[in-house]
């Protein structure tokens, strides 16, 4: 039966346009559909609003999996690929609550508050290197990835001294058509983090969450594990968002000059370039605890469902003309950070970080543009390899 399933794409489509075989899904009729996902596996796949706000709310449909082994995934990376490893089946809710307790706190308000001003300082300097630079300049490389990675690195409390090796390691990571890149930089990252945390736990001060880990007495390994979750729930995203972002508005000139004209409306163009810039984002794949109905759909214990992210984004049940982009939206209830007990922590922090970038690439750089054309960008499975730009 699985030749005649339609293949679910993964990774990223362009940032301007879903790819055809999602459309095809979304367009079949059926809010939740049977679909062939990497090389062998089955599942299923919900492409409405409604359904994939059912499914985070669910607690039958978790991340774990009751024999790992034979469970779907969509590729082998360790982390994104399948299912997590973070928590134990038999005890997943309870898990991941404790873990959204001791980790909530660093993207509160007070803490973000407390961290802006290094966000703000760090956005400067990258924005003042770049106006020094010879036109093209590589947008990605000298703004949008060095942000995003030096904000979390300040957040986990990474050694100041290490930050170039821990950089290097998570562009390993970050290499998602090479698995076994991902899978060596993944033990390599971990490895790093396990040997770095003795000497923090031996000195815990400081906000940092290596720090507060330490100082709540959770193993190395735990520790370790959580600062992988946040390093991949969080800077080759929002950095990735920097750079879609600088493209919508890039290729949206009209918003871009209405943006730059009303600072005011920067939290409306961070919501809009969430909503639609990942046009082939999908959340975690979830597994079916016990038989499970949603939507006069049955998924059998173990069977997988994605919560297809990009096109419940675009759903014209939830968004008026959902193919426009319009940094005044409102309401914008998009999914990209998921829903419920399973709203990213991190959206806080990104939230702040893209606000940034956007303010500061409008005031700095009001004539922003792609140095080449749009069709000619680069991109991989996280995101653009090289974003040109010039002003």
Same mark, same amino acid.
């Given at each position: 039966m699985s030749e005649q399933l339609p293949e679910l794409p993964v990774g990223q489509s362009s940032v301007l346009a879903h790819d055809p075989r999602l459309l095809a899904l979304r367009d079949g009729g059926c809010p939740i559909s049977r679909v062939r +996902? !990497?090389?062998?596996? %089955?599942?299923?796949?919900?492409?409405?609003h409604a359904e994939v706000r059912a499914i985070y709310a669910?607690? %039958?449909? &978790?991340?774990?999996?009751?024999?790992p082994d034979t469970a779907a995934r969509v590729n082998a990376h360790p982390v994104l690929g399948g299912p997590s490893e973070l928590y134990s089946h038999a005890d997943e809710e309870? $898990?991941?609550k404790e873990m959204r307790r001791l980790? &909530? !706190?660093?993207?509160?308000? @007070?803490?973000? @508050?407390?961290?802006?001003?290094?966000?703000?300082?760090?956005?400067? %300097?990258l924005l003042d290197a770049m106006a020094q630079r010879a036109h093209p300049v590589d947008l990605h490389e000298a703004f949008s990835y060095p942000l995003a990675? @030096?904000?979390?690195?300040e957040l986990l409390g990474v050694p100041y001294t290490d930050r170039d090796l821990f950089e290097r390691m998570v562009v390993r990571m970050d290499n998602l058509d090479d698995d076994d890149e991902v899978n060596a930089g993944h033990q390599e990252l971990f490895g790093y983090l396990c040997r770095i945390v003795p000497g923090i736990r031996k000195t815990p001060e400081g906000s940092s969450v290596l720090a507060g880990l330490c100082a709540q007495g959770l193993d190395d390994e735990t520790i370790a594990g959580f600062a992988s979750l946040l390093?991949? #729930? &969080?800077?080759?995203?929002?950095?990735?968002? +920097?750079?879609? !972002?600088?493209?919508?508005?890039?290729?949206?000139? #009209? $918003?871009?000059?209405r943006l730059a004209e009303e600072p005011t409306l920067v939290d409306g163009a961070v919501e809009e370039v969430l909503r639609t810039a990942e046009r082939g984002a999908m959340g975690f794949l979830r597994y079916a605890r016990t038989s499970t109905e949603l939507?006069?759909?049955? +998924?059998? @214990? &173990? $069977?997988? +469902?994605?919560?297809?992210?990009?096109? #419940?984004n675009f759903d014209e049940q939830v968004f008026a003309d959902p193919a426009r982009f319009d940094i005044g939206r409102r309401p914008n209830p998009h999914l990209s950070f998921g829903h419920g007990p399973w709203h990213c922590l991190g959206a806080p922090l990104a939230r702040a970080v893209l606000r940034t970038a956007f303010r500061g690439l409008t005031e700095r750089f009001p004539g922003l543009e792609l140095a080449v054309p749009f069709e000619e960008l680069r991109q991989g499975d996280s995101g653009f390899v090289a974003l040109p730009v010039r002003w």
């Open positions: +996902i !990497g090389a062998t596996d %089955e599942a299923w796949v919900a492409t409405r669910n607690s %039958e449909l &978790g991340r774990t999996h009751h024999d309870t $898990e991941h980790l &909530g !706190g660093y993207f509160s308000a @007070r803490r973000l @508050r407390d961290l802006q001003p290094y966000i703000t300082d760090v956005a400067a %300097e990675l @030096r904000v979390l690195c390093l991949f #729930a &969080g800077h080759a995203s929002t950095a990735f968002h +920097i750079d879609a !972002g600088a493209v919508l508005l890039a290729t949206h000139a #009209a $918003e871009f000059r939507s006069d759909v049955i +998924i059998e @214990r &173990g $069977e997988a +469902i994605v919560p297809q992210l990009s096109l #419940a």
